[in-house]
């Protein structure tokens, strides 16, 4: 895991509003108050993403878990493993699992998404709710899921994205300025997404509130 360390791959390609140094001591901050403030947000793409994973079943793979709100959520004979970079939110995740005795979440693991240590084609499915804005290099989280995930897989991804005109755009620009305090890019384009990766983009539907987040998923050929 390269948790930790200073991030060497953020070039023109990548996302030059956030560092893995950065993402990291965000979320130490955002820890303790994380689900007081994000778990209504950002309710319906966890939902979403949650019922698709479940429609497909088998070995689920939730990148950047987080304080695993949507944990509960997962059907009983699917198995979920977690990962996330950081210690201070995996640690809410764990203290979730136990105490809704969750016993479908098989592991919960501080790592990368950027280098997971798991052999190649290990899961069904990976949802990756509101993480591609808060990585370095998106394209290299692509490409670690294209890996993990068995021919024929899905990648779920849940984000927002920014705004092409008007007010809403011109607020997620100023926003972006303070990306490496909050721990995510505000004004992330769909395009750079959609360039990040070769697996085909199979459904890409627009989700609530007031169409602010989308649902993407690829299969993996
Ligand atoms: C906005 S939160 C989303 C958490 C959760 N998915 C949810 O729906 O509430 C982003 C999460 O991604 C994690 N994260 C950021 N960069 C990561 C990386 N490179 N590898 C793994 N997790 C990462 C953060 O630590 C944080 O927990």
Known sequence: MKEGTSDPRNNGSGNSAVDLDSVNAAYSRWAPFYDAV???PLYFGRRAAVREANHIGGTVL????????????YREDVQVTGIDLSRDMLARAEERVRRKK??????LRAMDAA???FPDGAFDVAAVMYVMTVVPDPAAVFRELERIVRPGGKVIVVNH???????RAWGERRLARW?????????FPRERLLAATRMKCVSDVSLPPFGLFSMLVFERS
């Not at 994205?161 to 007010?167: E, L, Q």
């Not at 990306?179 to 004004?187: F, N, R």
């Open 38 to 40: 994000f778990t209504g």
């Open 62 to 73: 939730e990148v950047g878990v987080g304080t695993g709100l949507s944990l509960p959520d």
């Open 102 to 107: 969750l016993s479908n979440v098989a592991a």
């Open 115 to 117: 280098d997971m240590d």
């Open 161 to 167: 994205f920014a705004a092409k005109h008007g007010i």
């Open 179 to 187: 990306g490496k305090y909050l721990g995510w890019d505000p004004a």
